[in-house]
């Protein structure tokens, strides 16, 4: 089983910085099958990113994702005030997937 | 659109079997897509729990190895549903469980696109 660490843990940013939020997995994501969600609290998770760097429908510009193999990063350019919120990655293979443990992106 | 919905009883007795329902609408449950369940402890992360292939009269299941004895995923295709059942429940299991669809990348049916609100069911005597 894949499994993937996400750093930091917590990140403390102002309005308008940007983020990189990491995703580590302990072996080798084929076909970079991996994707980013969102999620605010009280709210279901909302896809971002899938393939590692194709936004879903509808996201900002401003999320982006990068990466391969074992090392895929999400940027979030110029936060927005609606953008702090819990994410996480996850990846699929072999008909399982696995999430992330998350990252917390908070005011500052 | 597709909308999804969780419904379910809200508390459960540890032993017992937990059985949850998701309805899928705005859209086919048989269109060759495959469908899922994930839950949340109250503040923790997020854990899959299994996913169902439906297509016409075929369906595959796939469950997380760490539930498999206890969890049975299943389609109705004539209410447009697709339902968990889990069973010897403890308190470790109390979690918002949320229903969605994966998404097809390539040939891989590898993330979820579209989530139902999710459902908390807490296991408690």
């Known amino acids: 089983e894949i499994v993937l660490t996400q750093s930091p843990g917590t990140l403390s940013l102002s309005p308008g910085e940007g983020a990189t939020l990491s995703c580590r997995a302990s072996?080798?994501?084929?076909?970079?099958?991996l994707a980013w969600y969102q999620q605010k609290p009280g709210q279901a998770p909302r896809l971002l990113i899938y393939?590692?760097?194709s936004r879903a429908t509808g996201i900002p510009d401003r999320f982006s994702g990068s990466g391969s193999g074992t090392d895929f990063t999400l940027t979030i350019n110029r936060l927005e005030p609606e953008d702090f919120a819990v994410y996480y990655c996850?990846?699929?293979?072999?008909?399982?997937?696995?999430f992330g443990q998350g990252t917390k992106v908070e005011i500052k | 659109q597709l909308q999804l919905q969780e419904s379910g009883p809200g508390l459960v007795k540890p032993s017992e079997t937990l059985s949850l329902t998701c309805t899928v609408s705005?859209?086919?449950?048989?269109?060759?897509?495959?469908w899922g369940w994930i839950r949340q402890p109250p503040g923790k992360g997020l854990e899959w729990i299994g996913a169902?292939?439906?297509?016409?009269?075929?369906?595959?299941?796939y469950y997380n190895p760490s539930l498999t004895s206890r969890l049975t995923i299943s389609v109705d295709s004539s209410n447009s549903q697709f339902s968990l059942k889990l069973s010897f429940l403890t308190a470790a299991d109390t979690a918002v469980y949320y229903c969605?669809?994966?998404?097809?990348?390539?040939?891989?049916?590898?993330?979820?696109?579209?989530w139902g609100r999710g459902t908390l069911v807490t296991v408690s005597s």
């Open positions: 705005g859209g086919s449950l048989s269109s060759s897509y495959y």
């Open positions: 072996q080798n994501v084929r076909n970079n099958n």
């Open positions: 969605a669809r994966l998404g097809r990348n390539g040939g891989s049916y590898s993330y979820f696109d579209y």
């Open positions: 393939g590692a760097s």
């Open positions: 169902i292939y439906y297509s016409g009269n075929t369906y595959s299941t």
């Open positions: 996850q990846q699929y293979g072999s008909f399982t997937w696995t």
